[in-house]
């Protein structure tokens, strides 16, 4: 007999880093604790009764009192994350409160064993234990509610950068499918059985690329594919297209947004090798130092072509979208730059990124 799928399915929790409580094991959110606690000290010092002068010594003993709370809260919820993140939002924060909440009550147990306020009444002694209740339920609601509209937010943000990325990707495949069918058909009424070749290995191009279902791939990966496409446009070319890479030193895992390399390459022939009678060397050099990728692609440039019709805008729209996605992706840190010297047009793009490749 067998059972139904629904019961066979067990729910899939949710990832650790999708959890909307942080990790508050982190020097950053410890010190945001610390401070939020004594300014919370603060406001309970200040609300007592006016006196003549300032109690420190009040100041100082509620102080302690309050960061061995939170920095004892914070060990326990940073330890108890994993668990915590496979549960549901409102069941997570409400297990939170409750810790902190019991946490706050265990420690004003101490504090009361110790006597740190002086000797208190039976009815006193409950007061406090209710107050200090209510203060750590009521902030610790706060906080959380703070931290889940924090996470909801990252992640409208995340929707909407990998729509926008989806977007700037979707702009620059057609246009590098029409461009290489344009190299291919100019080859049909000269050789049939290169044209035909060129459409397979085409066909073997699109299907790596389009398979890869993140926006970042391999920086070998991406290699291999403006490989292809010079294959593709060297039959067209022929002698008149020299490649000089300058790449050793990149390893193989570095991440790359896709189809950022042959864009550029394309770039460099409309611009720099087509124009030419005697055609010209596209020089491709690429660095990773310090957790910086730099790549520079140059190709040779006489102001004389200026003169001739210009090529279309589909290259300049692919610059313009590479920019856009390396800066979405990379952050501030990602720049793009073109510029003309040495009679020869240089684009150099460059971003900090991670030795292995992780998936957007």
């Known amino acids: 007999m067998t059972m139904p ?3 066979l399915t067990k729910r899939r929790p949710a990832p650790v880093d999708e959890f909307f409580v942080p990790e508050l094991c982190e020097p950053e959110a410890l010190l945001v604790l610390i401070v939020l606690a004594e300014l919370l000290v603060l406001v309970l010092v200040l609300a007592d009764p006016l006196t003549g002068s300032f109690n420190w010594i009040r100041l100082a003993l509620v102080s302690l009192f309050v960061q061995w709370n939170v920095l004892l809260s914070a060990a326990v919820l940073c330890r108890l994350r994993p668990f915590l993140a496979r549960l549901k939002p409102a069941l ?30 039976q009815s006193g002694e409950v007061r406090l234990y209710e107050r ?21 937010w990252r992640r409208q943000q995340q929707a909407e950068l990998k729509a ?8 620059i495949r ?4 029409f461009n290489s069918l344009n190299s291919i058909a100019s080859l049909i009424a000269i050789d049939a059985d290169k044209a035909e070749r060129a459409v397979l290995d085409l066909s073997s191009l699109f299907r790596a690329s389009l398979s890869k279902p993140g926006t970042r791939v391999r920086w070998s ?3 291999e594919l403006s490989r292809r496409y010079l294959e593709i446009e060297k039959l067209r070319l022929g002698d008149r297209l020299k490649i000089d890479w300058r790449i050793d030193g990149v390893p193989d895992d570095l991440p790359i947004p896709q189809l950022t390399l042959q864009p550029l390459l394309e770039n460099a022939l409309i611009y720099g090798i087509a124009p030419r009678i005697e055609g010209g060397c596209v020089v491709v050099e690429a660095t990773y130092v310090a957790g910086i990728f730099e790549l ?26 590479i920019e856009s996605r390396l ?10 730059k073109i510029e003309r010297r040495d009679q020869r047009h240089i684009t150099c793009l460059r971003y900090p990124c991670e030795r292995l490749t992780q998936e957007a």
């Open 5 to 7: 799928i629904k019961y």
């Open 92 to 121: 997570a924060g409400g297990i939170c409160c409750a810790l902190v909440v019991g946490l706050t009550l265990a420690c004003t147990a101490v504090a009361d064993w110790l006597e740190l306020a002086g000797p208190m009444q």
């Open 132 to 152: 200090h209740a209510l203060i750590a339920l009521i902030m610790s609601a706060l906080m959380l509610r703070y931290f889940y509209l924090q996470s909801q």
């Open 164 to 171: 926008r990325i989806e977007s700037l990707q979707a702009r």
């Open 174 to 177: 057609p246009h590098f499918l």
């Open 221 to 223: 990966e991406e290699l």
């Open 296 to 321: 520079s692609m140059s190709n040779p440039f006489d102001e004389q072509a200026e003169q001739h019709p210009r090529p279309p805008k589909g290259t300049k729209q692919a610059l313009t979208n």
């Open 327 to 336: 800066t979405a992706l990379f952050g501030p840190g990602a720049s793009l």
